[in-house]
């Protein structure tokens, strides 16, 4: 059976570093993401890794570039997000989500392209 859990959410003032971890299991994942959903608004890309061949390449939305990283351990197959200088509208559910179809199909962006997904974990960033 697959579960992703997240951890690590919570509030805290902006400028102000988190770091969400997604632990996996069941399986091992070709891609996972992370995505967010703030009040009265879809849930959006936030930033996704995806296996190619021996490497691993990183999506992001153009938002938090240069403020959040996007890793994985495979040997714990976790997830991880580092989120520095936190802004008020980084406040959302932040989900993992993960898939295993063949990495040059998907579209990491979307939401359709995974499988699974966690219950998310709550952040706040006050002003």
């Known amino acids: 059976q697959v579960q992703l859990v997240e951890s690590g959410g919570g509030l805290v003032q902006a400028g102000d570093s988190l770091r969400l971890s997604c632990a996996a299991s069941g399986r091992t994942f070709n891609a996972m993401g992370w995505f967010r959903q703030a009040p009265g608004k879809e849930r959006e890309f936030v930033a996704a890794v995806g296996r190619f061949g021996i490497g691993d390449r990183t999506y992001y939305v153009d938002s938090v570039k240069g403020r959040f990283t996007i890793s994985r351990d495979s040997d714990k197959n976790t997830l991880y997000l580092q989120m520095k200088n936190l802004k008020p509208e980084d406040t959302a559910v932040y989900y993992c989500?993960?898939?295993?179809?063949?990495?040059?199909?998907?579209?990491?962006?979307?939401?359709?392209?995974?499988?699974?997904w966690g219950q998310g974990t709550q952040v706040t960033v006050s002003s």
């Open positions: 989500a993960a898939s295993s179809r063949p990495t040059f199909t998907l579209v990491f962006s979307g939401r359709s392209s995974y499988d699974y």
